[in-house]
């Protein structure tokens, strides 16, 4: 009789243990796998937004983010990803290209989803939120947002004078200075970047604006901005022996770079021993910036809309964002997220900040343009008129 009692609460045992099973594989089931993408900034991004995720997937049992940072150039990839109709559920989308992938029909309407939801889009800064919207229609939410500032070497600064310079003068007078007293050996006073996404904060600083490319004050600014390189007082970053500006601030290469947020998490990290000071970017005529902003926006061919939703409104919204701004690479894009310490040279440069290509469908094709054609310009190849007449063609879709 025991035996067969025995034997009966054996296989009661057993069954538990499969309907356990069972129930625990029927909830694993349930869990919706979304991917989220973006490009590499570099290690320290990539861990910082890891760790965002994980927060995510740790307070969303039903569904989890896997992030998959896309290497290389990603433009030219979530172009084939688009055109295979297998895109990430959930990415990045640089303004820049924000109008012409709008164009292309490859991100999804987000109205129907901020409606059933009552998603609060009121926060956000209306100049931000109009980088991703067409009409009424709202194709994504910036995730984060930062301008220019002017990061100097402390102690070059201080053989030079110890004043941060303020105006155009004034810093070509502190570069000079560098150059006479060497106080950058191996290096230059400052580091330049071949780039539009650099140069153009110096066009608006001196009045000129991209619907006026063939104006004076525009042709001036670049030739202000080409001279610093021609009168050897500025390297772009490959001269300097580094990938980009920050680089070569840390390796001590250059005095002065004009970089955003984001070079300050990298300087902890891979220079910490560069002693630096950031101050407010300079001014010529007037003050002149770029807003830089990057959204999370849905592809149309999601097939886990529902779940990306969930995903791109967490890491958009109050609490997504507050934790990722505070790993110091960017400023909030919502009134009610409040940006780190440290932080007034970026945020007193928001009055004079402009749009790193809003709403242009054409701006992804020109950039190609106007970096080429700013080359050929350091080069000495083309001239700055031809370059103009080449980027206000471009912008205009010719």
């Not at 670049?222 to 490959?238: E, R």
Request: one cysteine or more; hydrophobic letters at 45%; aromatic letters at 10%.
């Amino acid at each position: 009789m025991r035996k067969r009692v025995g034997v009966l609460l054996g296989v009661l045992l057993v069954l538990a243990l499969l309907v356990a099973s069972a129930q625990a594989g029927t909830k694993r089931s349930h869990v919706t796998n979304v991917t989220l993408s973006g490009w590499s900034s570099g290690p320290d991004e990539d861990t910082l937004l890891q760790q965002v995720v994980n927060t995510f997937n740790s307070t969303h049992p039903s569904i989890h983010a896997d992030l998959a940072i896309i290497n290389g150039d990603y433009g030219t990839a979530m172009t084939a990803r688009f055109a295979a109709h297998n895109p990430p559920d959930v990415f990045y989308v640089d303004s820049s290209v924000a109008g012409s992938w709008i164009k292309q029909g490859v991100l999804q309407p987000l109205n129907s989803y901020i409606a059933s939801s009552k998603y609060n889009t009121k926060a956000f800064f209306p100049k931000l939120l109009g980088a991703f919207t067409s009409g009424k229609t709202v194709y994504g939410f910036p995730k984060d947002w930062s301008p220019l500032a002017m990061e100097i070497n402390k102690g070059m600064l201080g053989q030079a004078g110890g004043k941060a310079p303020k105006t155009w003068a004034q810093l070509q007078s502190v570069a000079q200075t560098m150059a006479n007293k060497n106080v950058v050996p191996g290096g230059k006073p400052i580091c330049l970047s071949a780039d539009w996404a650099r140069m153009l904060a110096f066009i608006y600083q001196n009045k000129g604006s991209l619907t006026s490319l063939s104006s004076p004050a525009a042709i001036a600014a670049v030739n202000f901005y080409v001279g610093l390189l021609n009168k050897g007082l500025a390297a772009t970053p490959d001269k300097l022996g580094s990938g980009w500006c920050g680089e070569a601030l840390g390796k001590q290469k250059a005095a002065i770079i004009f970089e955003g947020n984001w070079v300050l998490p990298f300087m902890k990290s891979t220079y910490p021993t560069t002693q630096y000071g950031v101050f407010p970017m300079i001014k010529n005529k007037t003050g002149g910036n770029l807003a830089f902003t990057v959204s999370y926006s849905m592809a149309k061919d999601s097939s886990n809309k529902a779940a990306a939703w969930t995903l791109l409104s967490w890491l958009t919204g109050p609490v997504g964002q507050k934790l990722w701004v505070s790993k110091g690479l960017a400023l909030p894009s919502r009134s009610d997220v409040k940006a780190i310490g440290g932080r007034g040279a970026f945020l007193s440069a928001a009055p004079f900040a402009r749009g790193w290509g809003f709403a242009n469908p054409n701006f992804a094709n020109a950039y190609t343009v106007m970096g080429n054609d700013l080359n050929a310009v350091i080069a000495g190849s083309k001239s700055v008129a031809a370059m103009m007449s080449d980027v206000a063609a471009a912008l205009k879709g010719g």
